[in-house]
């Protein structure tokens, strides 16, 4: 079992850069893979980004592709999210989430969630 808690969120201005960061309890890290989900008010969660065991893998949803960068540093049983050149669209709830399959429907540990809002 993993938990996970984020941090880094907040309020920003249009084009500016923010990271946040996912830390992990637990031995096992390196054991899951790593992704981050967006929601914003009155919409689904969506998919952002994703990240595999070792971070030689990752993908993104089209609408982040070349702006947001996800890493992790499994000696510091983290993960993270570089946000850059961000829009007032990127406003959400993010969640980071860890799942032992690379590729999951759906992710089995979700953190609690850190808001980012971008102003215009």
């Known amino acids: 079992q993993v938990q996970l808690v984020e941090s880094g969120g907040g309020l920003v201005q249009a084009g500016d850069s923010l990271r946040l960061s996912c830390a992990a309890s637990g031995r096992t890290f390196s054991s899951y893979c790593l992704g981050w989900f967006r929601q914003a008010p009155g919409k689904e969660r969506e998919f952002v980004a994703a990240?595999?065991?070792?971070?030689?893998?990752?993908y993104y949803a089209d609408s982040v592709k070349g702006r947001f960068t996800i890493s992790r540093d499994n000696a510091k049983n983290t993960v993270y999210l570089q946000m850059n050149s961000l829009r007032p669209e990127d406003t959400a709830v993010y969640y980071c989430a860890a799942d032992i399959k690379w590729g999951a429907q759906e992710y089995d540990y979700w953190g609690q969630g850190t808001q980012v809002t971008v102003s215009s």
């Open positions: 990240i595999n065991w070792s971070g030689g893998s990752t």
